[in-house]
T-cell receptor, first 112, second 115 residues
Framework: GESVGLHLPTLSVQEGDNSIINCAYS??????FIWYKQESGKGPQFIID?????DKRQGQRVTVLLNKTVKHLSLQIAATQPGDSAVYFC???????????FGEGTQLTVNP | DTEVTQTPKHLVMGMTNKKSLKCEQH?????MYWYKQKAKKPPELMFV???????INESVPSRFSPECPNSSLLNLHLHALQPEDSALYLC??????????????FGEGSRLTVL
């Protein structure tokens, strides 16, 4: 089955720096990945997604990179702000499109 | 503000109580989900409804009973819960796509404490 995991449970950065959050997956057949942000006391919020026919996708201040060779994806946040402090989850559908499996999450802390 | 509304935000119940969690969305989504999230853990899928019919039950104990009265509402009925069922229960909705669910819209959750 699908396994989605993150490399580091916590990440601390200075305000204004760039942040990189990593995620590894086990199923080479996975063709769709999503990043979610969960702030304290709130539900997860969609950030960006990427399909396996792409290596890179950019959003507003965020970029997701997908390396299918090593089954790794990353979320890059440019000019990190205090409002970016949250837990970040990568997720991928498992078995069927409706079974979205979340990785363990990385707690990002932005220091002023 | 989230477009998925969950009530109540907090619920404390005894092991013999019967209670319900409610979820509502008006985005026209025909897929709705219940997830369970323990502290410092990722959300875990419990149930999926597609077109108001239960399509996925992730081997959830029968003390949790989902219900989808219409395309906008999703309930989770709780009966004879255990203290280990204490968690944040998240409702989500999405469009139904041919392949992959795409973006899930989550509510803010109902935090359940079972005494």
């Amino acid at each position: 089955g699908e396994s989605v995991g993150l490399h580091l449970p916590t990440l601390s950065v200075q305000e204004g720096d760039n942040s990189i959050i990593n995620c590894a997956y086990s199923n080479s057949a996975s063709d769709y990945f999503i990043w979610y942000k969960q702030e304290s006391g709130k539900g997860p919020q969609f950030i960006i997604d990427i399909r396996s026919n792409m290596d890179k996708r950019q959003g507003q201040r965020v970029t997701v990179l997908l390396n299918k060779t090593v089954k790794h994806l990353s979320l890059q946040i440019a000019a990190t702000q205090p409002g970016d402090s949250a837990v970040y989850f990568c997720a991928a559908p498992r078995i069927s499109g409706s079974r979205l499996t979340f990785g363990e999450g990385t707690q990002l802390t932005v220091n002023p | 503000d989230t477009e998925v509304t969950q009530t109540p935000k907090h619920l404390v119940m005894g092991m013999t109580n019967k209670k319900s969690l409610k979820c509502e969305q008006h985005m026209g989504h025909r897929a709705m989900y219940w997830y369970k999230q323990k502290a410092k853990k990722p959300p875990e899928l419990m149930f999926v409804y597609s077109y108001e019919k239960l399509s996925i039950n992730e081997s959830v104990p029968s003390r949790f009973s989902p219900e989808c009265p219409n395309s906008s509402l999703l309930n989770l009925h709780l009966h004879a819960l255990q203290p280990e069922d204490s968690a944040l229960y998240l409702c989500a909705s999405s469009r139904i796509r041919g392949r992959g669910t795409g973006e899930l819209f989550f509510g803010e959750g109902s935090r359940l404490t079972v005494l």
